[in-house]
């Protein structure tokens, strides 16, 4: 993941989650479980939403952007799922410079559960119609897995969301940063050079 800190907004840019890859083993009431999305899965979600919104945490009191208020793109590519968000939030670019930003999570639900026994165990779960919620941008170390149960009119939906870990790439753009980081030293000896020799 890149992230980019500007004067007054920070860019974050990578992806939230793979298609086609088995996930790692977790855990669900239903027992242990390993998870494939498969390509496409994210895309027809996109065509579907009316808005996704940007998160902190997964904190719906923290929205830090949507779709529709321009600040966020998400596209599926061969990857996966891969967000570019503008954010201005202060207390996030401070999160950014300070190197606290820990991953992306998307929070999903998850429209025709098909499951199937594996080995030792440990079932097979494959997404490939979901509902995309929101996605966020997280400071505290992802959880994979958790679920939560909310009413939809008179039904409820059990939403989930997953998580990934990224090592961030971290550019510095501010006026702060780039007079930081320009080391003058060897124009300040090669100037006492020529101070030496006269100017010559």
Do not use: C
């Amino acid at each position: 993941m890149r992230i980019e800190i500007r004067e007054n907004q920070v860019l974050l840019d990578g992806y939230v989650n793979a298609v086609e890859r088995e996930s790692r083993v977790l855990p669900s009431p239903r027992g242990r479980f390993k998870e494939k999305i498969r390509a496409k899965t994210f895309e027809r979600a996109l065509d579907k939403a009316e808005n996704v919104y940007l998160l902190f945490n997964h904190d719906k009191n923290r929205k830090l952007g949507s779709l529709q208020e321009g600040n966020l793109q998400l596209y599926e590519d061969n990857i996966g799922l891969r967000a570019i968000a503008h954010v201005s939030d202060e207390k996030i670019i401070q999160k950014a410079k300070d190197g606290e930003l820990k991953g992306w999570s998307f929070g999903f639900v998850d429209n025709k559960p098909l499951w199937e026994d594996g080995e030792d165990g440990i079932q097979k779960r494959t997404l490939e119609d979901i509902e995309l919620l929101e996605v966020s941008i997280l400071d505290i170390t992802p959880a994979y897995v958790a679920t939560s149960i909310e009413a939809r009119g008179e039904d409820q939906a059990i939403s989930e969301t997953r998580a990934a870990d990224f090592k961030a790439e971290i550019e510095n753009r501010t006026e702060e940063a780039r007079s930081k980081d320009i080391d003058y030293s060897l124009y300040e000896k090669q100037i006492e050079l020529l101070k030496l020799k006269g100017g010559k």
